[in-house]
């Protein structure tokens, strides 16, 4: 019997943990998004950040993309000819990248690529008490050193999508145009007639927007709160990566239904 | 690294994003040809419209010259009303026939304007008097089907 009471009382522990943390971090998110103000004043903190968050992912995010887009070519020929219709390729492969890939996978390499090292130098900071030293000498961190990498991860997200999803056509306009030889216009005239620059384009680049809002509260949150020791840091960076990618899949999965619900 | 470095490779990774997205919008997808504003609407009815779409195209002698706006079904008389935007260097007479055709055996269904010999032309907010339903597979074989029986009915008397 106590044992069952037991069980029952670990259970509720852990849930009320989890609660606390998303009250955290939802009173985290206000106070970072209260500074953003200043962090855009301070422009040259926030060029910077997007310089190791964004411009340093973007060998990573093109090659992945264009290997993407080489493999839907491949796959998606192989099942498109067996209905006679291999120009198709070019709406499939667009569709699937603009819609979904594109933001999707540019989101989860970033998570690994670039929020893992942010969240891993602010558990380092908070570890040698620079923030609080920060904090004596009246800086504010949140608005000097939270907010510009939690912007980055905002303004870098979109520009990256779209550069995958770009990457990811034009290695599918290599296998299927140049390899396999599906006719050059056939592909491009079916890709212009089936993608909407509005619904899916657009909608693509705010599902990104959203990823970028996302991940970025999420990597400044676990380091801001990473236990002060080397243990701390690197399960703090664990974290980001793991409940980052979880809720970019998650998020997507919400953002598609709401989007497309009212096509077809 | 100081900082008009930063700023010089901040400045061509947000280019770079532009690039990607006037690849988006003129490349991958109809940004160029698809301008809602531009052109005049026309109106059609039809008793049936298959599995025709908003945002599909319309077409006169295979060249896209309209997407459809919007289709609803008419209260009264429980015809489906298709409303598109033509584009405004296009002109087509008082007699053009509307029609629902598929591209290709399993491709979309889009809208076909075939234009007649009457001098006058449409203009904004009218009415395609002439249509043609879209053809719907289950009841062409039914029809086959009711031909067939009947024929074989007749043969055995």
Same mark, same amino acid.
Not at chain 1, 1 to 26: C, D, K, P, T, Y
Not at chain 1, 153 to 175: D, E, Q, R
Not at chain 1, 188 to 194: D, E, L, R, V
């Given at each position: 019997?106590?044992?069952?009471?037991?069980?029952?009382?670990?259970?509720?522990?852990?849930? &009320?943990?989890?609660?606390?943390?998303?009250?955290?971090?939802?009173?985290?998110?206000?106070?970072?998004?209260?500074?953003?103000?200043?962090?855009?004043?301070?422009?040259?903190?926030?060029?910077?950040?997007?310089?190791?968050?964004?411009?340093?992912?973007?060998?990573?995010?093109?090659?992945?993309?264009?290997?993407?887009?080489?493999?839907?070519?491949?796959?998606?020929?192989?099942? =498109?000819?067996?209905?006679?219709?291999?120009?198709?390729?070019?709406? =499939?492969?667009?569709?699937?990248?603009?819609?979904?890939?594109?933001?999707?996978?540019?989101?989860?390499?970033?998570?690994?690529?670039?929020?893992?090292?942010?969240?891993?130098?602010?558990? =380092?900071?908070?570890?040698?008490?620079?923030?609080?030293?920060?904090?004596?000498?009246?800086?504010?961190?949140?608005?000097?050193?939270?907010?510009?990498?939690?912007?980055?991860?905002?303004?870098?997200?979109?520009?990256?999508?779209?550069?995958?999803?770009?990457?990811?056509?034009?290695?599918?306009?290599?296998?299927?145009?140049?390899?396999?030889?599906?006719?050059?216009?056939?592909?491009?005239?079916?890709?212009?007639?089936?993608?909407?620059?509005?619904?899916?384009?657009?909608?693509?680049?705010?599902?990104?927007?959203?990823?970028?809002?996302?991940?970025?509260?999420?990597?400044?949150?676990?380091?801001?709160?990473?236990?002060?020791?080397?243990?701390? $840091?690197?399960?703090?960076?664990?974290?980001?990566?793991?409940?980052?990618?979880?809720?970019?899949?998650?998020?997507?999965? $919400?953002?598609? $239904?709401?989007?497309?619900?009212? =096509?077809? | 690294?100081?900082?008009?470095?930063?700023?010089?490779?901040?400045?061509?990774?947000?280019?770079?994003?532009?690039?990607?997205?006037?690849?988006?919008?003129?490349?991958?997808?109809?940004?160029?040809?698809?301008?809602?504003?531009?052109?005049?609407?026309?109106?059609?009815?039809?008793? &049936?419209?298959?599995?025709?779409?908003?945002?599909?195209?319309?077409?006169?002698?295979?060249?896209?010259?309209?997407?459809?706006?919007?289709?609803?079904?008419?209260?009264?008389?429980?015809?489906?009303?298709?409303?598109?935007?033509?584009?405004?260097?296009?002109?087509?007479?008082?007699?053009?026939?509307?029609?629902?055709?598929?591209?290709?055996?399993?491709?979309?269904?889009?809208?076909?304007?075939?234009?007649?010999?009457?001098?006058?032309?449409?203009?904004?907010?009218?009415?395609?008097?002439?249509?043609?339903?879209?053809?719907?597979?289950?009841?062409?074989?039914?029809?086959?089907?009711?031909?067939?029986?009947?024929?074989?009915?007749?043969?055995?008397?």
């Amino acid at each position: 019997m106590s044992h069952l009471l037991n069980l029952i009382e670990a259970l509720g522990a852990h849930v &009320n943990r989890l609660l606390a943390r998303l009250g955290l971090f939802a009173r985290f998110s206000w106070s970072v998004l209260s500074v953003i103000g200043i962090c855009i004043a301070r422009f040259t903190l926030l060029v910077r950040e997007i310089y190791f968050s964004g411009v340093r992912s973007l060998a990573i995010i093109t090659v992945s993309g264009l290997f993407v887009g080489m493999v839907l070519a491949v796959q998606g020929y192989e099942v =498109l000819q067996r209905f006679g219709s291999a120009e198709s390729l070019g709406s =499939l492969v667009a569709l699937s990248l603009v819609r979904e890939l594109g933001p999707v996978v540019a989101a989860l390499l970033f998570a690994g690529r670039a929020s893992s090292a942010v969240t891993a130098e602010i558990g =380092l900071m908070r570890a040698t008490e620079q923030l609080a030293a920060m904090d004596m000498m009246a800086i504010n961190p949140l608005a000097r050193i939270i907010a510009p990498r939690f912007m980055a991860a905002v303004v870098s997200m979109p520009i990256l999508a779209v550069i995958f999803s770009s990457a990811g056509v034009i290695g599918a306009y290599l296998i299927g145009v140049q390899l396999i030889g599906i006719d050059d216009g056939a592909f491009w005239s079916q890709m212009q007639a089936s993608v909407d620059f509005r619904i899916d384009v657009l909608n693509g680049l705010f599902k990104s927007l959203i990823f970028g809002i996302a991940v970025g509260l999420i990597s400044v949150f676990e380091g801001y709160h990473a236990a002060p020791t080397a243990e701390g $840091v690197s399960s703090a960076t664990t974290r980001t990566v793991v409940t980052s990618s979880l809720s970019v899949l998650m998020l997507d999965f $919400v953002l598609t $239904v709401w989007m497309f619900r009212g =096509l077809n | 690294m100081n900082r008009s470095k930063f700023d010089l490779a901040v400045g061509l990774f947000v280019a770079l994003g532009m690039i990607g997205v006037a690849f988006m919008a003129l490349r991958v997808g109809n940004l160029a040809s698809f301008d809602s504003g531009a052109g005049y609407r026309l109106e059609a009815r039809f008793d &049936n419209i298959g599995g025709l779409k908003v945002r599909a195209p319309v077409k006169s002698a295979g060249v896209v010259v309209g997407r459809i706006e919007g289709i609803h079904l008419d209260r009264e008389s429980y015809e489906a009303v298709v409303e598109m935007r033509i584009y405004p260097q296009y002109r087509f007479t008082n007699d053009t026939i509307a029609s629902i055709l598929t591209s290709g055996l399993l491709g979309e269904q889009y809208l076909s304007l075939e234009v007649g010999g009457d001098p006058s032309y449409l203009t904004d907010g009218q009415r395609i008097p002439k249509t043609q339903s879209a053809m719907v597979l289950e009841k062409l074989i039914g029809q086959f089907l009711y031909n067939k029986a009947s024929e074989s009915a007749g043969s055995s008397k």
